[in-house]
């Protein structure tokens, strides 16, 4: 543990922080302005939480320091920053029925079971994590096996990647969904060769059934955000791109705020043009809360994801001729909500999974930046499916890239199938954005994979699973650097929130945003990395989580 240099008997370092700290004897590690690692022993800040000196070994102490504690010789690492998660999703799916660590259809319908056993007050039965493709099912689940489990109140179930939904009958009962419901542009209803709705309804069909179930109430979006903000200090989490805020959540954000509660910091997307008025009104907000919470711009979608074959492809399926995808967006409907986005400076971040989908975005980008110039910060939300000859247009018009390494693993052997060997060129290319001048940033996507940056940084320099897999690594050419995979999830993940000069990097005038953590992710090999032990969390110089 840290203890302090000055009188005996003074307690560690909590809430309030103390003017003119000095933490002396770190391993300190952060990324400078050209994207390579600089080292430092101290770390000297105000009472405002602003950082005043970075010492090397030799440094000479600054004057006016009233208070001082020795890191014991510990590495001292920037506050990590996920680039894309859901808020408040990961406190929801904390507090309902998570099935993302099953392995099969029978494990996953037992956990359904003994979920509903435990919760008998509970008048639907929530959860998400499920994966048919983790399951070997080689289909989607049924309704009719969800109502040999539970039949006397609705199930709705959330696939692993936010892109569809699994229920019960009496859950489409209640929605009223029949043999006669319609497709909705941007969804589909899974149907036997009847045409009768099978329980599965992909991307914007599950609106069908989401609008019947009951919401949360206040004080349950207080409890999830709480969790979700506990979720994410244990992980070394100091700040994240909120992707697809509505009105409610941020809300609970300021909530949060008004009782001094707010441990993380939030850079918000609003999940529609509505709700992006009614937030920011003429424009982004103001860095709120000591530089807390602000809403940057909007979310887009354009097309769905690979699990569920909502990602729109140039051509079809491999594995399902039939569909090249589900488009939600239309490129006349995407062009005139970023245009109204950039018409009043909010950032526009689209969410793109497949080679057709990348490519209408990169193409937007490009028409809007004719009427929309200065830093604009255009981002593309996972990009994981890329045709080879539209990578160079990622390094145009500033565009960055905000994907997730841990999609690469899990999703690594699905593309194949959903592919083949002959369309993965530009799959998950990390290294390829950017050396053609692209800007990348690092995140979860939670809760669809962990909040584990460490995690997350072992696959960006292995291309390897938790075991190892595949030997050498999948696509192996497209693994960053240390270095890189360290900015990607600090100080380029601030950059692509505007965050920069604000927090993400450990140099004098940005926020004493920093961790103590057991090992160098530096020197540490990608399985050691994994196991990496978050000791303490510091925001501003207060201490807001420890071991």
């Known amino acids: 543990m840290i203890r302090t240099l000055l009188a005996a008997g003074v307690a560690l370092v909590a809430a309030p922080a103390f003017a003119d700290t000095l933490i002396y004897n770190v391993d300190g590690v952060t990324i400078d302005e050209e994207g390579e690692v600089k080292r430092f022993t101290g770390l000297a800040f105000d009472d405002d939480g602003v950082i005043t000196h970075v010492l090397e070994r030799g440094d000479e102490r600054p004057e006016g320091i009233e208070f001082a504690m020795d890191g014991e010789g510990q590495v001292m690492l920037p506050g990590l920053i996920d680039a894309h998660v859901h808020v ?27 979920f509903a056993e435990d919760n008998p007050g509970r008048p639907w039965i929530l959860g998400r994590g499920w994966n048919q493709e983790k399951w070997g099912l080689g289909r989607f689940p049924t309704a009719a096996e969800l109502d040999a489990i539970i039949s006397d109140r609705p199930v709705w179930l959330e696939r692993a ?17 029949t043999a006669e419901a319609q497709d909705p542009d941007g969804g589909r209803i899974i149907r036997d060769a009847d045409g009768n709705p099978t329980g599965v309804f992909i991307d914007n069909a599950s609106s069908l059934v989401d ?15 709480a969790m979700a903000q506990q979720r994410l200090l244990e992980n070394g989490i100091t700040a994240v791109a909120d992707m697809g805020t509505p009105v409610v959540d941020w809300m609970t954000f300021r909530r949060s705020a008004d009782r001094g509660d707010l441990r993380i ?9 509505e709700a992006m008025e009614l937030i920011g ?16 711009g909007i979310k887009l979608y354009v097309d769905g994801a690979l699990g569920s074959r909502g990602a729109t492809l140039k051509e079809p399926y491999t594995d399902e001729p039939a569909t090249r995808g589900i488009p939600i967006t239309s490129p006349a409907q995407l062009r005139n909500r970023m245009s109204r986005a950039a018409l009043d400076n909010f950032q526009t971040a689209v969410h793109a999974i497949g080679d057709a989908a990348n490519a209408d975005v990169l193409l937007a980008i490009e028409e809007l930046s004719e009427s929309y110039k200065g830093d604009r910060r255009w981002r593309i939300e996972h990009a994981q499916i890329v045709d080879v000859d539209d990578i160079a247009r990622f390094g145009e018009h500033g565009t960055i890239a905000s994907m997730q390494p841990l999609h690469q693993t899990s999703d690594m052997f699905m593309a194949e199938a959903r592919l083949g060997e002959g369309r993965l060129g530009g799959a998950y ?30 696959v960006a320099i292995s291309r ?31 950059y692509a929130g505007f965050a920069d000069g604000r927090f993400g990097r450990l140099v004098v005038g940005e926020r004493a945003d920093f961790i103590f953590v057991d090992r160098d992710p530096m020197l540490a090999s990608p399985g050691e990395i994994r196991e990496t032990e978050v000791r303490e969390v510091y925001l501003a110089g207060k201490r807001v989580h420890s071991r």
């Not at 910091?265 to 043009?273: D, G, H, K, L, T």
Request: glycine letters at 8%; zero cysteines.
């Open 265 to 273: 910091r939030i850079m918000a997307y609003a999940n529609s043009p």
């Open 464 to 494: 390897t699973d938790e075991n190892g897999r595949p030997f050498g690594g999948w696509r192996a050419q497209e693994a960053v650097s240390r270095e890189q995979a360290l900015a990607g999830f600090t100080s380029d993940a601030a």
């Open 88 to 114: 408040m999703d990961i406190g929801f799916a904390a507090l309902t029925l998570d099935l993302s660590d099953t392995n099969s259809l029978e494990e996953a319908l037992a956990r359904v079971a003994e």
């Open 429 to 458: 290319a990390w290294r390829s954005i950017l050396e053609v001048g692209g800007r990348l940033a690092f995140g979860s996507d939670a809760p669809v994979e962990p909040a584990d940056v460490f995690a997350g940084i072992a």
């Open 161 to 177: 990647d936010n892109h569809a939904n699994w229920a019960n009958s009496l859950a489409m009962e209640r929605a009223g969904i």
């Open 281 to 296: 009104g003429p424009g982004p907000t103001p860095w709120l809360y000591e530089d807390k919470l602000r809403l940057n």
């Open 211 to 225: 609008s019947f179930v009951p919401p949360p109430r206040p004080e349950d979006r207080d409890a999830a955000f």
